[in-house]
């Protein structure tokens, strides 16, 4: 528009950190940079050049335009490099081999339960076309695992299919927890699938080049991100651009109201403090600096463009042929947001990066140092008594999402000896259900101070394993199932509510919907009201149970690890963190449980800590001055026999930034007869 001229100056301030009083900065020569009307378009050219007319000039680019039927490229869905004809057998058959594999065996035929699962999920994905992306990702898994690096047994909603479990897309049997198919595949959305997976951070990188090489280095790309001006940035950048004092600021972004992302005037928040009968301060500081006006005009606009952490776009064809790349830190990235990209037909892969699957990977490398078994990690059984004393003690440091104050206090109260406890504090260890009571009501219940009771018999299937209460989104997807007979189609929106924390009011919504079903089920109209009740209150911020098996089971290995092979598991945590804070704190812990932190020693010190029979000895880069250079040079030159037999080496590897004071202080030369601390 005409009058965001303006703006645009100051975005050019914002953008060279100069401020508007430089007569310097950065601006255009001109201020009419936007899109004119006719009339307008008539005057400008007339001014330049009065005596011309202009008039069949400017009829034709009407007719040009009118002329011009402009429709976006779409991109085709990705293909499996392989036959089309063959692709739907293909499937087939892995997945009932997989099937087979994992669940039955010469002695213990498949049960039919399994048989019909799977015909039934393998029924949607034809249907839906889904075929292509199943073995895109069920590749990309298999080529993973096959190069030794870990993947997480699953993410999210995508456990609850019983083909991915087949495929070793997921680790999680999804018929053995009561986990849903239809909570990963909506039936009536035509989109693809979104299946998340977890990599181990380290080697996340080396997924992203298969992929490349897979398909080619034109065909993949990186998801955007935008960051968008929020109203406290805005008035940043404008105070610091038009140098009003920090104070005036600091009073209006004090006043300002807060909304969240998804309310629809989020972008509205400092026109309406501004416009607001309640607020006063913003008004004084707008009279007495009226620049402030343009901080409204910044808000919602896009500050800067970034890299996706894990969002991966993939097309058939180069991707230049439906949007343009920019380069972001080295990495090609799209030009279009994940919802226009999906739009025009690019498949989006989020090759998620888990930190703790390293520390799992390198600690399984350790153990293999000193014992050549190979650990299963995959097909560990979830069983193990000592695992679970544990969790029951509270030794919950460096256990994956057990270490943190709230989880800890859950479960040292509901003191889980199985599996399925352990899922559960996942869920219940968080702000609604804690807030609400219903932790503490399980607790009760599980601990046999408190009766567990059902509403109505019918519910008993549904949540005994939760003693009788609704704390999974599954469960309220099988009880608007079973009980109520509605629609997958309303189910699915109702569990949408759930997922966005949309509450009650929504929720209300479908209880229309649920009666007829619930009546026709036998149950009376108290019984029904109270179920319904309960699903609104409980049911309401219940928890994905498909995320909270899967994410469970990384909390068991990292246990396990604890547990077995303690050395191992701090040492690989001790090896992949870089921050001195996080280190000095888990060494703490680690000698808290018994165990010895050795020394630097120059004979016997790697690059970073590395295991001994007595402890873990302090490695070379975890002394403050010593890089990773330098490091691997004096770990080259070991064994040495005195200081100057390692001043004699290291003045051939040129490691200069070690001095002498500083390797014997730290006790680095312990081990050389004859030097001392």
């Given at each position: ?178 986990l849903i198919f239809e909570r990963f595949i909506d039936l009536n959305r035509e ?51 038009f140098k009003i004092p920090f104070s005036v600021i600091d009073k209006v972004k ?86 226009d990209a999906s739009d025009i037909g690019l498949l989006k892969i989020d090759i ?326």
């Amino acid at each position: 528009l005409a009058e965001q001229n303006k703006l645009q100056e100051i975005l050019l301030c914002v953008q060279s950190r100069d401020t508007m009083d430089n007569p310097k900065h950065w601006k255009f020569d001109q201020d009419d940079f936007f899109l004119k009307s006719r009339e307008q378009m008539e005057k400008s050219l007339k001014d330049c050049f009065p005596k011309e007319d202009f008039t069949e000039a400017l009829d034709e680019t009407v007719k040009i335009a009118e002329s011009i039927d402009f429709v976006f490229p779409k991109a085709e869905p990705v293909r499996y490099p392989m036959p089309e004809k063959d692709k739907v057998n293909y499937l087939t058959n892995m997945v009932r081999a997989g099937v087979k594999k994992k669940l039955s065996s010469d002695l213990v035929p498949l049960e039919k339960k399994y048989k019909d699962r799977i015909d039934r999920e393998l029924d949607v994905i034809v249907k839906k076309n889904f075929v292509d992306y199943f073995l895109v990702i069920a590749d990309l898994i298999q080529w993973t695992k096959a190069q030794g690096i870990l993947v997480g047994p699953a993410r999210g909603s995508s456990a609850g299919s019983l083909a991915c479990y087949a495929l070793s897309i997921t680790e999680v049997e999804p018929i053995k927890y009561g986990l849903i198919f239809e909570r990963f595949i909506d039936l009536n959305r035509e989109d693809l699938p979104d299946i998340d997976i977890d990599f181990e951070d380290a080697r996340r990188h080396e997924v992203k080049t298969y992929l490349e090489t897979k398909y080619g280095s034109d065909k993949v790309a990186n998801l955007p991100t935008f960051a968008i001006f929020q109203g406290k940035s805005a008035l940043d950048d404008i105070g610091r651009v038009f140098k009003i004092p920090f104070s005036v600021i600091d009073k209006v972004k004090t006043a300002l109201i807060q909304r969240s992302g998804g309310d629809s005037r989020a972008s509205m928040t400092i026109e309406d403090t501004f416009n607001s009968e309640v607020f006063t301060e913003p008004k004084k500081a707008m009279a007495e600096f009226p620049q402030l006006k343009y901080a409204i005009g910044l808000e919602g606009q896009v500050r800067q463009m970034g890299q996706h952490a894990a969002g991966v776009m993939i097309s058939n064809d180069p991707i230049t042929n439906f949007c343009a790349f920019y380069q972001v830190r080295g990495h090609k990235v799209i030009s279009l947001e994940y919802k226009d990209a999906s739009d025009i037909g690019l498949l989006k892969i989020d090759i998620l990066g888990l930190n703790t699957l390293s520390v799992v990977s390198k600690a399984l490398r350790l153990i293999k140092l000193k014992d050549p078994k190979t650990i299963d990690i995959y097909n560990m059984p979830l069983d193990d008594p000592k695992v679970f004393e544990a969790f029951c003690k509270g030794r919950l440091f460096g256990v994956f999402q057990f270490d943190g104050q709230a989880v800890n206090q859950v479960c040292r109260q509901i003191q889980p000896k199985d599996f399925e406890s352990l899922s559960a504090i996942s869920a219940l260890a968080r702000p609604g259900p804690l807030n609400s009571g219903n932790t503490t009501e399980y607790i009760q219940r599980k601990n046999k101070k408190k009766e567990i009771t059902y509403v109505h018999k019918i519910m008993e299937s549904i949540t005994s394993d939760s003693y009788g209460i609704v704390i999974y989104q599954e469960q309220v997807m099988r009880i608007m199932r079973e009980i109520g007979e509605m629609s997958w189609k309303d189910t699915s929106e109702i569990r949408k509510l759930i997922s966005r924390s949309q509450g009650v009011e929504k929720f209300n919504t479908f209880k229309d919907k649920f009666m007829p079903g619930a009546l026709k089920n036998g149950l009376t109209q108290k019984e029904a009201d109270k179920i319904w009740d309960e699903m609104c209150s409980y049911g309401s911020w219940s928890f994905n149970k498909s995320h909270s098996v899967s994410y469970s089971i990384i909390s068991y290995w990292t246990q396990w690890l604890k547990v077995y092979h303690p050395m191992e598991f701090y040492g690989a945590i001790l090896s992949l963190i870089k921050s001195d804070t996080k280190k000095k704190n888990i060494m703490k812990e680690f000698m808290k449980e018994g165990y010895k932190i050795l020394p630097v020693d120059i004979n016997l010190s790697k690059r970073s800590f590395s295991l001994e029979k007595e402890g873990l000895r302090i490695g070379f880069e975890d002394i403050k001055g010593i890089g990773k250079e330098a490091a691997g040079k004096i770990i080259k030159g070991q064994p040495y026999v005195s200081y100057e037999d390692f001043n004699q080496k290291n003045l051939k590897n040129r490691v200069k930034q070690v001095s002498r004071k500083h390797m014997v202080d730290l006790g680095a030369f312990d081990s050389i007869s004859g030097h001392g601390r």
